[in-house]
């Protein structure tokens, strides 16, 4: 089991602060954090990192909720809110003030850096307020006074041994001028009061840990949690996931129409995977075989090709009513490629199977089926025109014989409307002593494209006059 130290149930907290969306990176390290309770029998907590109430809405914390929920990473207890617990942030502020261990400045960023100027030392804060006696009011911080000599060693299951000197770390604020607690005093009064046993998060949060194991020791908490800082999340050109360069909105993939269950199977492969490689699998095989120790330090790609060959599998292992019923949102949508009242969700069954083979995601399935939701073809895909019809060797008269052939067709049997088609091909083949392709300029009759799912079931559904009615008039465009 996961290094535990002793701790028979172990408490992990997924921390997000509400920004208006939940970035891929915060999904995975949510989703670890759950893989890790769930592989360990711990507990899930939820907590919101809110100590700036006045930017917190209901709106930004749904933005993380409603994407969490879609993932199924059930939590076992929250959402906790930071704002909430204020005044026992403040006490500790207040108590680290007392006891010499924190103080107040009223020097502004212009300030420190002019007096870092003048005394010819590196840009930052060297502990100026440290002997003023600056007395508290508006505007005025508190600082922790980091010790002058030493060094803060910690070990971090996925990163290994750190070690931070004290001189390297300047004496950081940990209550802002408007009185209220920053992140870190709050992180290490809620998960002292909350008995977190684990801390799994982002690499890029690892330079915090020092301040945080600080003030952990000067409160008097004993021993601090167990940490683990997962790789960092790299694009194709191996930089850091960016939102403004790309897509790291989960929302953004929810409308896209991915499996909740897929991405939560591909976000597990970001900086892990299970030992006997095989990676796609059920959450149930991935809980079981989670490990944090197995987690790996170096960058992790986002690879979204990767996303889609993952999502696709999971689309064809669906049940085609299980299929239908999931891609309802797409087929159904306003702006779907048909008019509302001609969707049938009955033809969608029919013919689930061949789109699920055929998609990545849900939100292509409704353009392999538009043409059978349509009245009419009214335009038709330029080079699968000319390669079926103008350069299709009697394409006119394939179109007339298929005409005739199924003018008194029921359209009931998919098996006698393959027959007659691709029969009147050989045919005309062995007449004209050149191979003459007949379900090539059929489909782009039918469909206005050269390419698609099977003809011969959706024609069934189609129907004849449907059928009949897009030949002739491809027959008349060819006249035209």
Known sequence: ???????????????????????????????????????????????????????????????????????????????L??????????????????????????????EIEQRATEAGLPAGYHGWSRDRGVADGPGVVVRFRVPDEGTTVFEDVVRGRVEVAHDTIEDFVIRRGDGSPVFLIANVVDDHDMGITHVIRGEDLLNTVPKVKLLWDALGYGASPVYAHLP????????????????????????????????????????????????IRPIEEIIELFSLEAVNKSPAFFDSKKLDHINAEYIKAMTPMAFVEAAAPWFTAADAPWPAENYDPVVALALAEEVQQRISTLAEAPAWLDWLFVDSIDEYDESSWKKAIIKGRAAGRVLDEIAAALADDDFTDRDRLEATVMGIGTALSEELGVRVMSQAPLRVALTGRGAGIPLWEAMTHLGRERCLARIAAARARIDG
Request: with cysteine; aromatic share 8%.
């Open 81 to 110: 809110f930071q704002s909430e617990r204020r005044e026992a942030h403040t006490a500790a502020v207040e108590r680290l003030v007392a006891e010499g261990r924190a103080y107040f400045c009223d020097l502004s960023r212009e």
């Open 232 to 279: 960092l999340l790299v694009n194709e050109a191996r930089k850091k996931l960016s939102k403004r360069r790309d897509d790291v909105a989960l929302g953004d993939y929810m409308v896209r129409g991915y499996l909740p269950d897929a991405m939560v199977n591909a976000l597990a492969l970001l900086g892990w995977g299970p030992p006997d490689g095989v990676e």
């Open 1 to 79: 089991m996961d290094n535990l130290r002793g701790v028979t149930s172990p408490r992990v907290r997924f921390a997000p602060a509400p920004t208006g969306f939940l970035h891929v990176g915060s999904a995975r390290s949510a989703l670890f954090n759950c893989l890790f309770a769930r592989h360990t029998g711990g507990e899930f907590i939820l907590r919101v990192e809110d100590t700036d109430a006045a930017k917190t809405t209901e709106e930004y914390v749904e933005a993380i909720l409603e994407p969490l929920r879609w993932l199924g990473l059930d939590w076992d207890e929250g959402p």
